[in-house]
């Protein structure tokens, strides 16, 4: 049997009595313990170092962060070169989120990996799918990109946007849901 964190990342349904549940909430209980330290930092420097502490990998000194910064579990995500993370984003991560090189995400972007089921006898449970934000892409202010979706390289998402589908590649999204508004000419 797949360990809980593999079957999370899996997609698979995750009750909340799974018997391996209880590492999930040492993780998060981890996370929170750290979580202060990040959003009292004072430098980028500070917040690079402590973000990194709750990921568990070194993020790059070409990546810019400002606190605060939240995230739930901390441990499923990765962050490439020259990324920019502004403001007041959150990532709940359980099911992986990845930013590419050259990400930015303006302030009190959310990406949000975890779900539950329509169903309520199994609603108290989960259901993750990974965020990939591909090379260069631009997510505004206050956008919120949900389970499973991809960006893709060079694209945009408009301020505001609940994006719920991959946005393709080189193109600009906006609305809730997000839907196309314009393809970008290089």
Known sequence: MK???????????????????HKVNAVVARTLALSPALNAATTVEQVREQLSNIIGATIDKSTTLFAPFHTN???FISIGKHVFINHACSFLDMGGITLEDHVLLGPKVNLITENHPLNPVNRRGMICKPIIIK?????GA????????????NAVVAAGAVVSKDVPANTVVGG????ILKTIEQ
């Open 142 to 153: 206050g956008a919120t990109i949900l389970p499973g979706v991809t960006v893709g390289e």
């Open 135 to 139: 090379r260069n892409a631009w997510i």
């Open 176 to 179: 809730i849901p997000a839907k």
């Open 3 to 21: 360990d809980i964190f593999e079957r999370l990342k899996a997609g698979e349904f995750v009750p909340l009595t799974d018997p391996e549940f």
């Open 73 to 75: 579990f901390g441990r």
